[in-house]
């Protein structure tokens, strides 16, 4: 049929024929953007769990100051997270989470200034703005470790039980901060989370090193720092969520 | 060689400028939140206020993190849904999940 010749010589172009692009993003970044959607259905489905514990628990509805640990009720988190490195004993509510979570969003900064220096294919400030992210990036594992070593350790008051005994600190299963369930909760959302800024930590020394060697210039832009980039900035996301509903609800 | 559409560089030898004011002026508003969420922690009373005046600021700090540092702002309409739609599912499970709590709550407190 003379039909067929026509379309041989044309390139089909209509809808299904393939070759659009709807969405006007490379498959790399709408494959990371899907990722993060799922990964955002996990936390998001750990922060509800959060909230349905507590709610099946009696709050603490007494006055702050007379506050007292008790597996009775949820604590009230200003008296959990209170401690801060080379203070000890002092009171400082929520001063240590607000100085990790001041860590985490300059380095979400640094990172999209590295994005930013990718579009102008500027190799050295790439370099710069990643090696200023992965010093952060580490910086908030290293504070994550000392408030979980905190944490697992406890303070001198401990937790007066109904026979007299006192525990300390918290592991999955005894927790002087509350019911065992907080301690849990606390260990797996944190952790996960701290799981995934290590990943992130790791990600971020590998496209490093690309840039040093200039893997990236080489290929004519720096699209793997940006997809990197979404993951890190997905992270901060699931902090500033976090901070909300752990630290300060 | 330059497959970045924004820019087409060619050579390192003039690299443009950095324009990076859209950014700091994001990192300040992320700052001013959550020193106003510290603001609200200390000099308000606990309650179901407070912690919608937190809920509130955090969904802020989100669309500033996922609007301008994610960029998905300025992606196409598609895309945009793609990602926000399935999100709703997310708040289907928390309004879900926490009147089972609180349900749960009141029966073990009522009828043992």
Redesign the interface.
């Known amino acids: 049929m003379s039909s067929t010749s026509t379309t041989l010589e044309k390139p089909n172009s209509g809808t299904w024929d393939g070759g659009n692009e709807?969405?006007?993003?490379s498959y790399g970044k709408?494959m990371m953007?899907f990722f993060l959607?799922s990964d955002?259905?996990t936390f998001?489905?750990f922060l509800?769990?959060y909230?349905?514990?507590?709610?099946?628990?009696?709050p603490y509805n007494g006055e702050?100051e007379a506050f007292a640990f008790s597996q009775q009720w949820w604590p009230?988190p200003?008296k959990v997270y209170n401690a801060f490195p080379g203070l000890h004993g002092m009171d400082l509510?929520?001063a240590f989470v607000?100085l990790m979570?001041?860590i985490l969003?300059?380095s979400?900064?640094t990172?999209?200034?590295a994005v930013?220096?990718g579009?102008?294919?500027?190799?050295n400030?790439v370099q710069k703005w990643l090696l200023w992210t992965i010093l952060f990036g580490a910086t908030f594992l290293g504070c994550q470790a000392w408030e979980w070593a905190h944490f697992i350790t406890g303070d001198e008051e401990g937790m007066l039980l109904a026979d007299g005994s006192r525990i300390f600190g918290a592991n999955l299963t005894v927790n002087q901060y509350g019911p065992p369930l907080f301690a849990d909760l606390f260990f797996f959302i944190t952790g996960f989370h701290g799981t995934h800024v290590f990943s992130g930590v790791v990600l971020l020394i590998m496209i490093f090193i690309n840039t040093v060697n200039g893997v990236y210039?080489k290929r004519?832009?720096?699209?793997m720092v940006e997809k990197v980039?979404?993951y890190w900035?997905?992270v901060?996301?699931v902090w500033?969520?976090v901070?909300?509903f752990f630290y300060?609800? | 060689?330059?497959?970045?559409s924004?820019?087409d560089?060619h050579h390192?030898g003039d690299?443009?400028e950095?324009?990076?004011r859209g950014?700091?002026k994001?990192?300040f508003i992320?700052?001013a939140i959550?020193a106003l969420?510290?603001v609200f922690?200390?000099f308000m009373e606990?309650g179901t206020a407070r912690?919608v005046i937190?809920?509130i600021?955090?969904l802020f700090?989100?669309f500033y993190?996922?609007a301008?540092?994610?960029h998905l702002k300025h992606?196409?309409k598609?895309?945009i849904w793609?990602?926000m739609i399935?999100?709703a599912?997310?708040v289907w499970?928390?309004v879900a999940?926490?009147a089972?709590?609180?349900y749960?709550?009141e029966s073990?407190?009522n009828y043992f």
């Not at chain 1, 709807?22 to 993003?25: E, N, R, S």
């Not at chain 1, 909230?51 to 009696?58: E, F, P, Q, Y």
């Open positions: 709807p969405l006007k993003a709408l953007w959607l955002a259905f998001g489905a509800i769990v909230g349905l514990s507590r709610h099946t628990h009696l702050p009230i200003e509510p929520l607000a979570t001041m969003i300059l979400s900064v990172m999209v200034l930013e220096a579009h102008r294919m500027d190799k400030d210039h004519g832009h720096y699209e980039g979404l900035h997905f901060d996301l500033v969520f901070f909300t300060l609800i | 060689m330059a497959h970045h924004d820019n560089m390192t690299i443009p950095p324009q990076t950014i700091w994001t990192f992320l700052v959550t969420e510290f922690a200390f606990a912690n937190f809920i600021l955090t700090k989100a993190i996922v301008e540092f994610m992606e196409t598609a895309l793609t990602i399935p999100l599912l997310i499970l928390m999940l926490l089972e709590g609180s749960y709550f073990i407190t």
